[in-house]
């Protein structure tokens, strides 16, 4: 019963995201156009950057299907039949890894065509009404939260299926052997993820600090300005950084823990009776599965009135579907779940109801992150004013708080993430640590329409710039982005939350493969272990920034360039070669991410082949513990100095071109890569980390 | 044999400390003065910084004095007689506590005395030779240098013979017993070590900021103006943060890892016979005695002829007295050390040659971390010219540029403090680790010299630009201080080094004396622990940086309204109000330094009484992890900017006054709370909360 009422839900997300995406397609640009030319501009604009991104899309995949082929090779020789079952283990992994690859890379792309469908509707629809306009954006960003959702389900569950099938009944440990070999499908989907966040980190901030340093500093242009070459380009980037990027991170935390979850709950659950077993085995999935539903249902909350209720409605969203997630979730514990329990034969007997505090700990620590976050990084708030208060005093004073501020901000989120561990732990073992991952990540379906609601609101404000569609349309589109942005830190502390847990989880699903029950910090090479751990999201977040600088370097000249040697651009009336910037941010964001890439990729690999397995455990926990507090950290800082200089703004402190607001510039321009580089990498680095470890466990034990 | 040789030890270092001490007050002022008004300004100059200074101490000693009388009233009714010896352990305890506050406090005010006799003669010195006024700032570095390593070995050894002496003979775990009051020392240095790097490092820059932010950049007058209200604040800011603070902090240093050192000595040698026993256990304090003999040779290597190699002549010092310790260590180890040892009855054996593997890793990986250092915070290297060079394109690329070195100039530190841990356990168990401390910290005395040096030069070319001295004087005065600055920095990686390994000393002192073995990180207690304790180290810098804040707006204000109501004071005709700034610096700096301290005093003794030791060894881990790696990345960071802002100074890229100077000029101010703040302050915290674990483990068991 469970696997096919969990592949209707994989298909009923689907069908969603295609209706949404057929609404959204279906807005026709022409109208209400005031003019045939503002239809003109807007397709052209629009295509300019859908094009920009689809050729990034192009680049990036084909880095990464070579890299990924590689990988499945190495996959394919290295991980060893430890179970002496005679099968083809590597071969196994290697396809399981490929699929995950696929999809990921298949989410990726979805998201990035409804994007960049979406975003000139939505302008166009602005036209119309806020409520309009919204409802355009809100259900681009819908496409892509049930697309992916329901391509991870069901594409863990046929992986699942198919070496069920294939896989001989007699095996000894059979239900282990499966898990293990789709834990290749995380793998494969965290690896995309990493080029994605990554890359498309570095590309987004790149064309955003080149297009901003030269345009709106030295050539004193405005944002969104047509004449700036890099504004398509930082359209693009807003989309590869924010909806592919993004949505490859959460697309790997969904596959991770799932994956995590059943490798434990496999040994967990091996005594079960067989017609309870399955229910068992698949109680992961079954969650992500009526998420589904309760996203969808939360989806009719979000009915925005009036321009600055934006924020409240998608507020409104997220503590909607988490209340129906733990009413739903309780009963299917309920069923499906065994009364009793325990991990190891003989081991702690946990319960049915542990098992519910741990999915519920999960969700609502999840819910909670995402709100301390807000009160972080919204400027209704004061901490955020403070930030631009101290912006009176010059750039260095405003840099010193917002950095402040996000240490500061990172403390209570570490703490919800430790209460959260000690719940799922006591009260189901390492399967509650999952579990509680599983529960974070239960309304991931309208988290991610909620996150990519965003940049296509920021692209909507910026093509109606470019289109001149006139300050009345904009006004609307800014009450639009304003929101978005609030919620894009939210999303980022929701994403860290959940790779944290799926990291401890993934380190769980590890250690219960390697048979380790003692990591002891006493040990020399546990302890060295964590140093080295600790230092390498240290290291990680250096090469990033530096990536992102070099990269805008390149984009500052090429700007600068255009402005010498393009004749009456800054005039007006010649036009300005995008296609230009739009190839340097993407060659240099394929550059530069091989370096961290390899760092993250190889790490893992090194130590757990020369170090062992205890010192890999004390990486992984070591680089966990930094790499969550410099994540969140950075991320709210660069939110808060955003919405610091977007308070001042406001008219606030002498409004926009005081000296105040100039400050407040530089906080923001250091934010741009610690918010939307940097910080969301780390989760790709904690969890990737985690789950190498786990899938080539056999080749270092 | 071993007691007398000490103590004379100790008394040796104190007459060389009163012999420079001697010879830097018989400097005359007068000598080869252009007029008497020089030497009257001079003199009143002086007078006010040293005024300024011993009110900053006499108020922040009174604080510390009730703080200091109402913990040993704590210690004296919390700790309780563990051994079942039927001894005051509160009482003895309470007074060791005491004793050992007294001497960090007796240190600092040496330390301060010395410095603001030594500044003006430095400037002085400086009318006659380069060679002349190094000598005398050296010298005056020195007093502290040998001032306070005297008192520490002098003070520890008397205190051991104290309790010695009066504690029964017959007493079970009578060794142990008096190691356990000893650690009461440490614990009252490393007190009055947080209250002195904490305030003082508040107070440091809140003049610096407050002095620049109005002086330099709104009334742009040069540094060091006597027109200048806050500049006399600067200038004792100086004294009170890098001597004062910097001395309590590795006096602290000293006293903690030779209790901890002692303490895991007095259970691994209980079976020594008598004989030998003395020897083994005065091992650490032997070690720091011949350090003194080291250091002493080592002084005479430094003789700088040229300007440009002041810092040659000063690194010189530091290989020069490490090679020296290296070869005065072996045979000291082979006479003291037991041929072979175990911690615990039947557990590993232990060699003499392992001991001296142990304190040479420290030594060695000491000079080394000085030496990344230098490397990441010179401006004759690569790292801190791509910071000024990404000064070029504004204030926020320099921002990203430096941050990014900070993070990763902490990598190779952390590595080495691994591998360090990793030989000291190997060779010699946890008394390894302890022993590569003290080694570390063996060249204590040629180190705080160096670090005494800085200030003292620092404060001579503020001297001498206030009294008006000439370009020559200030040109030599300038040599002696750009070389000051990065030994700042050299020292800053020292103490930081020497505090990890310090605090991991006095941890596994902590974790020995609860008869612990085991910390497992699956125990999600111990999770949890590492979890908040990761997330202090950011609370506490948080903290630091806004006090910082506070504190220097406070400065501003006060400054903007002596140059708004004081008529002629910008002109020059009126005379500035200095006190009220120091009152101002002093106020806020005694105020801010509450809170962090509550912090990393009650956070150790709230998570041992209530989460119990496992969790508390969970949180000590942590918070040194993080907090090794966001002190060094902060210091460095601090560090590099201040470089590159000089770099620039010397006519590169535009030089002095251009934008990109500007540009370096915020990075130089973020800079300051880091480096002088907020980095430092955090090698208390995490020694200070493992001694207090220590100290108090009896409690929380």
């Known amino acids: 019963m469970v696997i096919p009422i969990v592949l209707g839900l994989g298909v009923f997300s689907l069908l969603v995201a295609l209706m949404y995406a057929r609404q959204v397609a279906n807005v026709r640009i022409e109208d209400g156009a005031s003019s045939p030319e503002e239809v003109g501009r807007l397709k052209e604009i629009s295509g300019a950057i859908a094009e920009g991104a689809m050729a990034f899309l192009r680049r990036e995949y084909t880095v990464l299907g070579g890299f990924m082929l590689a990988f499945a090779v190495i996959i394919f020789f290295v991980i060893k039949d430890v179970h002496n079952v005679s099968l083809p283990f590597g071969a196994y992994s290697a396809i399981s890894f490929l699929i995950g690859a696929g999809i990921s890379i298949l989410s990726g792309y979805i998201g990035m065509r409804i994007a960049t469908i979406g975003n000139v509707r939505t302008a166009a629809a602005a036209r119309i009404s806020l409520e309009q306009s919204f409802s355009i954006a809100f259900r681009s960003g819908a496409v892509m939260g049930f697309g992916l959702t329901g391509l991870a389900v069901l594409g863990l569950m046929l992986v699942y299926m198919g070496f069920d099938f294939f896989l001989p009944q007699e095996l000894h440990n059979r239900d282990l052997v499966i898990m293990e070999i789709l834990s290749g499908f995380g793998l494969g989907g965290s690896s995309v993820a990493l080029f994605g966040r990554v890359g498309g980190g570095i590309y987004t901030k790149a064309a955003d600090v080149g297009a901003d340093l030269v345009g709106k500093v030295e050539a004193g242009i405005p944002e969104d300005d047509p004449r700036n070459p890099a504004v398509i380009a930082d359209n693009v980037g807003d989309n590869v950084g924010d909806i592919a990027g993004m949505g490859a991170d959460l697309f790997g935390s969904v596959a991770e823990s799932t994956c995590a979850a059943m490798v434990i709950g496999a040994t967990a659950f091996a005594t079960v009776p067989t017609d309870m077993k399955q229910a068992a085995l698949l109680f992961p999935l079954a969650i992500s599965g009526i ?22 409605a998608l507020k409104a969203v997220l503590v909607i579907s988490t209340l129906l997630m733990l009413g739903m979730v309780y009963p299917l514990t309920m069923n499906m779940v065994p009364k009793e329990f325990s991990l190891t034969a003989g081991g702690t007997m946990y319960t049915q109801m542990g098992v519910f505090y741990s999915v519920a700990a999960g969700l ?52 919800l993430i430790g209460i959260t561990v000690v719940i799922g732990y006591h009260y189901a073992g390492m399967y509650g640590i999952a579990m509680a991952a599983i529960g974070m990540l239960g309304t991931i379906a309208v988290g991610l329409t909620i996150d990519a609601y965003g940049p296509v609101s920021d692209n909507a404000g910026g093509i109606a710039e470019m289109a001149e569609m006139g300050k009345d349309i904009r006004t609307r589109t800014d009450a639009l982005d304003a929101a978005g942005n609030t919620t894009a830190a939210i999303g980022k502390g929701f994403a860290i939350g959940s790779a944290a847990l799926t990291s401890l989880a993934l380190t769980s699903a590890f250690l219960t493969r390697a048979n380790i029950t003692n990591v002891n910090v006493l040990e020399p090479q546990v302890m060295f272990g964590l140093m080295i751990g600790s230092a390498l ?16 370097l390149a984009m500052i000249e090429e700007v600068r ?4 040697t393009i004749p009456g651009l800054l005039e007006g009336k010649a036009r300005a070669d995008y296609a230009k910037c739009v190839e340097i941010s993407t060659d240099a964001s394929i550059k530069q991410m091989i370096a961290p890439g390899l760092l993250v990729i190889l790490s893992p690999l090194i130590v757990g082949f020369f170090g062992g397995v205890q010192m890999l455990a004390g990486v992984l926990i070591g680089s966990l513990i930094t790499g969550v507090m410099l994540a969140i950290s950075m991320a709210n800082s660069g939110g808060a100095w955003d919405n610091a200089k977007k308070y001042i703004e406001t008219g606030q402190l002498g409004g926009k071109g005081s000296d105040t607001h100039k400050a407040a510039v530089v906080g923001d321009t250091v934010g741009d890569p610690f918010k939307d580089t940097s910080g969301p990498a780390l989760n ?3 969890k990737l980390m985690a789950i190498i470890s786990l899938v080539f466990v056999p080749f270092f034990l």
């Open 364 to 415: 609502i620590s999840g819910l909670l992150i995402g709100l301390i976050t807000e009160y972080y990084t919204s400027h209704r708030y004061g901490p955020v004013r403070q930030v631009a208060n101290a912006s009176k005093t010059g750039a260095a004073t405003n840099i010193i708080y917002g950095l402040a501020l996000g240490y500061n901000s990172a403390v209570l989120p570490m703490i």
């Open 291 to 312: 998420g589904i539903i309760a996203s969808f249902i939360s989806l009719f909350f979000a009915r925005p009135k009036v321009e600055n209720k934006v924020e409240n």
């Open 684 to 686: 790709i680095l904690i």
């Open 561 to 564: 360039r255009q402005f010498r």
């Open 537 to 552: 999201p240290f290291a990680f977040s250096a090469m990033t920034m530096r990536s992102v600088g070099l990269a805008a």
